[in-house]
């Protein structure tokens, strides 16, 4: 069964950093490109950034461009999304989600999603 | 950016009866290799956003055959043939076909 753990997630004073973490299980996670989406209280999804299945290639949206940065350790089926400049607009419910495809190319697709980590940044 | 834009935000429904969720996009996405790259997802009442329609038109593994997608293009149509109390939450397109990706608004779906 696949399985995606997200932690790290706490309340943060505007302008820190906070690091998310994704543990992975249950299928090949080298095979796969890896996603961040997040979702404010109340409110849509939104996109945060790809990374592929070697971390060759990552994308961000333009409201983290610069201040976030995604990684990961195939060695320990991680993920990682590295937040600096935190931003009132960054509270949200932060979900890591699988692609279908290693390459991060058009058609992607949010195969399976984990339930999420809340971060909340507030002085 | 490519915008994504659904219609109704709100969608109540009689148990039984059809409902049908709208979603535009701001530019085609039917990408050269003949698939429209527009995703559905529906995400339960305290849940995790599940994959529904994939290609606008391919059910995700284990959808229910009332859930059904069409279109091409910019235009998209989600229909559920006769809606079950298990349908309840909020209904989202997003396109896969460009970075950043997009993400409608949301359709929530309420059982009348």
């Known amino acids: 069964e696949v399985q995606l753990v997200e932690s790290g997630g706490v309340v943060v004073q505007p302008g820190g950093s906070l690091r998310l973490s994704c543990a992975a299980s249950?299928?090949?996670?080298?095979?796969?490109?890896m996603h961040w989406i997040r979702q404010a209280p109340g409110k849509g999804l939104e996109w945060v950034s790809l990374?592929?299945?070697?971390?060759?290639?990552?994308y961000y949206s333009d409201s983290v461009k610069g201040r976030f940065t995604i990684s990961r350790d195939n060695s320990k089926n991680s993920l990682s999304l590295q937040m600096n400049s935190l931003r009132a607009e960054d509270s949200a419910l932060y979900y890591c989600?699988?692609?279908?495809?290693?390459?991060?190319?058009?058609?992607?697709?949010?195969?399976?999603w984990g339930r999420g980590t809340l971060v909340t940044v507030s002085s | 950016e490519i915008v994504v834009t659904q219609s109704p935000l709100s969608l109540p429904v009689t148990p039984g009866e059809p409902a049908s969720i709208s979603c535009r996009s701001s530019?085609?996405?039917?990408?050269?290799?003949?698939?429209?790259?527009l995703d559905w997802y529906l995400q339960k009442p305290g849940q995790s956003p599940q994959l529904l329609i994939y290609?606008?038109?391919d059910r995700a593994s284990g959808v229910p055959d009332r859930f059904s997608g069409s279109g091409s293009g910019t235009d998209f149509t989600l229909k559920i043939t006769r809606v079950e109390a298990e349908d309840v939450g909020v209904y989202y397109c997003?396109?896969?076909?460009?970075?950043?990706?997009?993400f409608g608004q949301g359709t929530r779906l309420e059982i009348k």
């Open positions: 989600a699988r692609d279908e495809h290693g390459t991060a190319s058009p058609g992607y697709k949010f195969v399976n």
């Open positions: 249950g299928f090949t996670f080298d095979d796969y490109a």
């Open positions: 990374i592929s299945w070697n971390g060759g290639v990552t």
């Open positions: 530019q085609s996405l039917l990408h050269s290799n003949g698939f429209n790259y």
């Open positions: 290609f606008g038109s």
């Open positions: 997003m396109q896969a076909l460009a970075t950043p990706i997009t």
